[in-house]
């Protein structure tokens, strides 16, 4: 499962004490290393400066080195559903969605896929997680 992951709203600039973005965050690095993209404004057509922000939030530098190294750029102009591979399952995290991206959502009946991060919400980095391994636990009595 390919699991697409925004900056702002999601990893920084969130209401998530910073342990429990750090616990997600370290999840994803853990269970999806190779199918991890970076689906944000800061990494889009052919620039990454995923790096330089998340060095610009609370999580610790270690773990921002290796986000670094571990997730994959992807690349888009305008909408992020241009980044998304269709062709295999996939969660997008992100805390906005313009309406053109639930268009396109919708048309290929993934709506799901998308998971609405509140970024005042305390409790959303632990609904996030929570949500990852339940998912992963799905696919795992799948096979």
């Known amino acids: 499962m390919n699991i697409y992951l925004d900056i702002d709203g999601v990893l920084r600039g969130v209401a998530s004490p910073v342990q ?9 690095l853990a269970n999806f290393p190779d199918s ?3 689906l944000t404004t800061h990494c889009r057509q052919d620039y990454n400066h995923t790096r330089a922000a998340l060095l610009n939030s ?3 530098k270690d773990l921002v080195e290796r986000a670094s190294t571990i997730v994959k750029p992807s690349n888009f102009a305008v909408l992020k559903t241009d980044a998304i591979d269709f062709e295999k399952p996939f969660i997008w ?13 919708e ?9 609405l991060m509140n970024p005042r919400d305390p409790e959303m980095a632990k609904k996030a997680l ?3 391994k339940n998912l992963k636990e799905e696919n795992a009595n799948t096979y």
Do not use: A, Q
């Open 93 to 105: 995290l992100d805390d906005n969605l313009f309406e053109s991206e639930r268009k396109v959502l």
């Open 58 to 60: 609370n999580l610790p």
């Open 36 to 38: 991890t993209y970076w």
């Open 130 to 132: 929570m949500l990852l």
């Open 107 to 115: 048309s290929r009946n993934c709506l799901s896929n998308h998971f």
């Open 20 to 28: 429990d973005v750090v616990e997600l965050l370290e999840y994803i």
